[in-house]
């Protein structure tokens, strides 16, 4: 019998468990295949003992309607950056991808399949360099992966933002309020710039698109007439003023990413300071946006991603990670994945687009 892993790293995302559904069923389509899971990404083959699943009709049956992943994940303990603790709690990062890679070769298994971010993939490329026959699967909400036109995930977030948004409109007209709400999106402005023009923003303030505070100000004024108006905001994690610096606190230990979030609230203070007297109000969608039913469209995309990912297997074609382009599944070299973030275009058709329709970047 062959041994494929499966792993599931970085933040959790909708559609994840629909992956994982679609490789178990294809590979049952071939003889002489086990899948295996590898709990909280690439963790469960680095402890002692290993924790490791095997997958089987009862563990996948259904899971593609599930939020989250069966095989649980993490965004800690990257193994191109392992935090080692020595005796006086000092914690230095160290490169342990070549024991991974042993491990995998000690357990027998014949390929890896990396369901992941960008990091993630960095990871799957690292791991294909020491010999680790591996396949990338792409997965964020923040839509942030050059190599393909669209991720997993994201248009699930992309919905529930929308719906979160709709529901605000309704309360800032009864108010005369400016609201403002908070999406994720880490360097990229894609789930913002997405839902300001599904739900009629007034402001889109993303990372690409430095703001200035007097313009969103003038924006708000214009807004409103005798103390009547509202305005609605859409704001990115990222985003930050011209002259200022994107919110953050430092990372939990173990992690290498800085923890975003609050700038709705950095942007509250702004527009008080520079004199706008209309109520404003904060929301900060936070977690919501990454779980929950995926919406069909990221059903679909994740299930063909995890059946393009076992063919490549079966074609031995390693060191690829499955694509979505020009409406088709192929694949892409785990290299060129990694090279460059997907962002906002500000001289793209749907910024001048979202600008025609009156929606203001703050630029």
Not at 23 to 44: C, H, N, P, T
Not at 138 to 152: E, H, Q, R, V, Y
Not at 155 to 184: N, P
Request: negative net charge.
């Amino acid at each position: 019998m062959k041994k494929l892993l499966i792993s599931t790293g970085g933040g959790d995302c909708p559609g994840l468990n629909a992956v994982i559904r679609g490789i178990f069923k294809r590979a049952q389509k071939e003889d002489g295949w086990e899948v295996y899971g590898s709990m909280e990404a690439l963790s469960g083959v680095r402890r002692d003992p290993p924790e490791i699943i095997k997958l089987d009709n009862a563990t996948t049956a259904g899971i593609h309607v599930r939020g989250g992943t069966i095989l649980k994940t993490t965004n800690k303990g990257n193994p191109l950056q392992f935090p080692v603790k020595d005796e006086k709690g000092n914690i230095t990062f160290t490169d342990i991808t070549q024991q991974l890679a042993d491990k995998i070769s000690e357990m027998g298994f014949d390929a890896v399949i990396n369901i992941g971010g960008d990091g993630s993939q960095k990871i799957s490329q690292a791991l294909f360099e020491k010999g680790v026959p591996v396949i990338g699967v792409p997965k964020t909400i923040d839509n942030d992966l050059s190599a393909t036109d669209m991720t997993f995930g994201f248009q699930t977030a992309v919905q529930i933002a929308t719906d979160s948004f709709d529901k605000l409109v309704t309360t800032a007209e009864s108010h005369h309020r400016v609201m403002i709400m908070e999406v994720m999106g880490r360097d990229a402005g894609w789930i913002a710039l997405h839902t300001a023009i599904a739900g009629g923003a007034e402001i889109c303030l993303i990372p690409e698109i430095p703001y200035d505070v007097g313009k969103v100000f003038q924006r708000i004024t214009e807004r409103y007439k005798n103390g009547r108006g509202f305005v609605n905001i859409v704001i990115a994690e990222g985003a930050r003023a011209k002259d200022g610096t994107v919110v953050s606190a430092p990372g939990e230990e173990g992690s290498e990413h800085v923890r975003l979030g609050g700038v709705a609230y950095e942007l509250s203070r702004q527009l008080k300071a520079a004199g706008c007297e209309a109520e404003i109000r904060e929301t900060v969608l936070g977690h919501v946006q990454r779980g929950g039913t995926p919406i069909a469209f990221d059903r679909l995309l994740a299930t063909m991603f995890g059946v393009k990912a076992f063919e490549l297997v079966l074609a031995g074609s390693f060191g690829k990670m499955v694509s979505f382009q020009n409406n088709d599944f192929i694949a892409v070299d785990l290299v060129e994945a990694t090279t460059s973030y997907n962002l906002v275009n500000k001289e793209s058709f749907l910024v001048k687009g979202a600008k025609g329709l009156g929606i203001s970047f703050g630029d």
